[in-house]
């Protein structure tokens, strides 16, 4: 038996479902199931819980979110809120054309449609879920009191062959700044701009030596003796590693001395990040300033944080990092990201920051969380999967892995404690950008995986 669930997944790419944009893909789900005569709710928030049982058994919980990230070419016409994304079979691979494809996580829900449109014999209740890609508000509100099962399999993963069994918790932060500003007694500003870091998902990317241009513009300012700071800006997001920062400062150093200073700065930069480049452009004096001395100990707030890996596992996988998301001196505040997937490594990074901001005098809020979940490898649910794994379609057993990221299965840990939890997937590649792509082969692999499990 083959499912059909390359025909599922070209069916929902007709459906617009931007994050926040899920009442149309909700409906088609609750039709698919009226159709079968199988049980479905759907709430508010355009989750969808469809239920079917055909055999006496435990219940397996089957997971997806039903929203995709909406990316698109420079100059391509396409609108996300009405437009069909056409896939396009290309290469062993789908795709689309100039668009992200929606694999992410239109493939999971096509599988488990075409789980649930099969004969296989089985008792699951599937889990659809809103808005995963943004808030996680679906996940976060999702109602579990009419779930019976005790093992959730989530279908959100990239890599094919593997058992994710551990991602990390997420803590938005903000420290406040307290600073006074005042009329500078320096004659020339600049405006300095240090670009062209690599960024990056401070998940992904944070053990990959990508610098951060908050920290990096710092140490530069801090060669300047007499420097007054006006205003300093770099990055916007919790989660994102920032590229770029830019400073306006007011300085007694003339423009040959200033650009002099940049260009030194920018060679030694380029020993460890070859695109970055620094530019200094004079502008009118500006009308207010921190002092020397405090714009001095704002720089030593800046270059002194905490910024990047705490502790990796046995695997040298990372399992707790914080990222120096975004400065804004002028709105006074720090935006920061914290991630662990280790309760004890969580509340010794907070311990961290707590004391990183008592010892610089921020105040420290967290305005947003989103759990994590840890999974033991011994447990049934692992176990089931092991022993379900088709090796003669992989040809090598499957990999247990940990991944630092953060993904919505750890709110229904949060409320069924005694909640099994595992992720698999097909192998996608460029999830979140218009070179999105699935292997064909890989989703025929992973559900011949997931008929053995169910």
Sequence with gaps: MELNSIQFFKEIAKIPRESGNEKQIGTYLCQFAKERNLFYECDQYHNVLIKKKTIDKEPIILQVHTDMVCEKEEGKEFDFEKDAI????????????????????????????????????????????ATEETSMVGAMNFDTSKLEGKKLLNLDGFEENVILMESACFYDIILKLKNEFNKPKNQNTYEIILSGMKGGHSGFDINKEHGNSNIELARLLEKVEDIEINDF??????????????????????????????????????????????????????????????????????????????????????????????????????KVGMRSSKQTEEQECLNLLKNYSK?????????????????????????????????????????????????????????????????????????????????????????????NFI
Aim: glycine residues 6%; charged residues 25%; negative net charge.
């Design 359 to 451: 010892k610089y005098q921020l105040d420290f809020t967290v305005i947003g969380s989103q759990p994590g979940f840890e999974s033991d490898p011994n447990s049934s649910l692992i176990q089931e999967l092991l022993k379900a794994h088709p090796i003669e379609e992989f040809h090598k057993l499957p990999e247990l892995k940990s991944v630092h990221i953060t993904v919505e299965v750890g709110f229904f840990k949060q409320k069924i404690p005694d909640l099994q939890i595992a992720i698999i997937s097909p192998k996608i590649q460029g999830a979140h950008t218009t070179k999105e792509c699935v292997e064909i082969a890989s989703i025929s692999r992973t559900d011949k995986w997931l008929m």
């Design 86 to 129: 056409e896939v396009i079979e290309e290469n062993g691979y789908l795709r689309a054309e100039g668009t992200t494809l929606g694999a992410d996580n239109g493939i999971g829900v096509a599988q488990i449609l075409a789980i649930l449109d099969s004969d296989i014999p089985c008792n699951i209740e599937a889990i659809f879920t």
């Design 233 to 334: 800006v770099g990055g916007a997001k919790f989660n994102v590693i920032p590229s770029q920062a830019k400073a306006q400062i007011v300085t007694n150093l003339v423009a040959e001395k200033m650009n002099e200073l940049c260009q030194n700065t920018q060679r030694e930069l380029q020993e460890k990040y070859p695109e970055v480049k620094i530019t200094v452009v004079s502008k009118n004096r500006a009308e207010e300033a921190l002092n020397t001395k405090d714009s001095k100990e704002f720089l030593q707030k800046i270059i002194q944080f905490p910024h990047g890996v705490l502790y990796k596992n046995s695997n040298q996988e990372v399992t707790t990092s914080i990222n120096l998301g975004a400065v804004n001196l002028q709105g006074q505040e720090l």
